[in-house]
């Protein structure tokens, strides 16, 4: 069993930054890929970023591309999510998933442990 807690989310303008992480329990963590997803009321879960198990790959949703960058520690059983110029249609809640396969997954139902999610809200 793997438990996740995200934190980093919070209230930022236009334009700024933000660092979301993400403290993974559990001895195998370094065996898993990891990904962030994003939510907002009324709309499906959708893909943000994953990174494979040992941080040589990621892979990015169009729109997020040059301002996203993930990363990982499995030293400290953590990843991060370092968002950079933030827009209004970033906000959502931000959750952290852990996929068993250590291949990179674009897809929710790949996953297999979620956080609890984290909120991010960029105001105009």
């Known amino acids: 069993q793997v438990q996740l807690v995200e934190s980093g989310g919070g209230l930022v303008q236009a334009g700024g930054s933000l660092r979301l992480a993400c403290a993974a329990s559990g001895r195998t963590f370094g065996r898993y890929a990891m990904g962030w997803f994003r939510q907002v009321p009324g709309k499906e879960r959708e893909f943000v970023a994953a990174?494979?198990?040992?941080?040589?790959?990621?892979n990015y949703a169009d729109f997020v591309k040059g301002r996203f960058s993930m990363s990982r520690d499995n030293g400290k059983n953590t990843v991060y999510l370092q968002m950079n110029s933030l827009q209004p249609e970033d906000t959502a809640v931000y959750y952290c998933?852990?996929?068993?396969?250590?291949?990179?997954?674009?897809?929710?139902?790949?996953?297999?442990?979620w956080g609890q999610g984290t909120q991010v809200t960029v105001s105009s």
């Open positions: 998933a852990a996929d068993k396969d250590p291949y990179i997954s674009r897809q929710a139902d790949a996953y297999d442990y």
């Open positions: 990174i494979s198990w040992s941080g040589g790959r990621t």
